[in-house]
């Protein structure tokens, strides 16, 4: 998983978006805004999966599929709806089996975004209350198990004043050390 600055620049999310010179974001910097992640190779990567699945308590999983030919009509508007800046009350856990995909998420306190390039091994863990959003690259397809703890409450909290105050949010922003 590579991680760097989104350059900010108009133009379609899928493209990288990397700044001219890149720059990076480093595993610190990740672990600083309580990004979690593993590299497990996807050949025979289901007893690693469990291992890591077992110790966080990730008792259900399912697969996600998202293509463009999947999707068909719907696809840019999905598209789309993925990439609204949100927030959720739990984990996001996603283990990519295949394709790739950015995932940005909000830097605090800079409120810059760091994106961050997923592929095939990639297993990463995107905390509650923290503001990400999610696009496929130029690829058009990923395929990712999500895991979670009990029943999947992956509604997305848009970005705004009610979310600001939402529990989950101040809890998160406390963790990282910004906030009272
Ligand atoms: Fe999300």
Redesign the pocket.
């Given at each position: 998983m590579r991680a760097y600055y989104y350059d900010n620049l108009p133009g379609d999310q899928r493209l990288a978006h990397d700044y001219v010179p890149s720059r990076p974001v480093s595993a610190e910097k990740l672990t600083q805004i309580n990004i979690k992640f593993w590299q497990i190779p996807v050949e025979g990567y289901e007893p690693k999966v469990d291992a890591v699945a077992k110790e966080r308590g990730y008792k259900n999983r399912d697969l996600i599929n998202v293509t463009k030919e999947g999707l068909g009509d719907i696809y840019e508007e999905k598209i789309k709806s993925?990439f609204e800046e949100?927030?959720?009350e739990d984990e996001?856990i996603r283990y990519i089996l295949s394709g790739s995909g950015f995932f940005d998420v909000r830097e605090s306190p800079s409120d810059e975004w760091i994106r961050l390039a997923v592929e095939p091994g990639d297993l990463l863990v995107?905390p509650a209350g923290i503001y990400?959003?999610?696009t496929l690259d130029e690829n058009n397809a990923i395929k990712a198990l999500r895991l979670f703890q009990d029943e999947p409450k992956?509604i997305?909290y848009n970005r705004g004043p009610e979310t600001e105050v939402n529990v989950h949010r101040i809890q998160y922003l406390k963790t990282v050390g910004v906030g009272a």
């Open positions: 993925f949100h927030m959720h996001e995107i990400h959003r999610f992956w997305p």
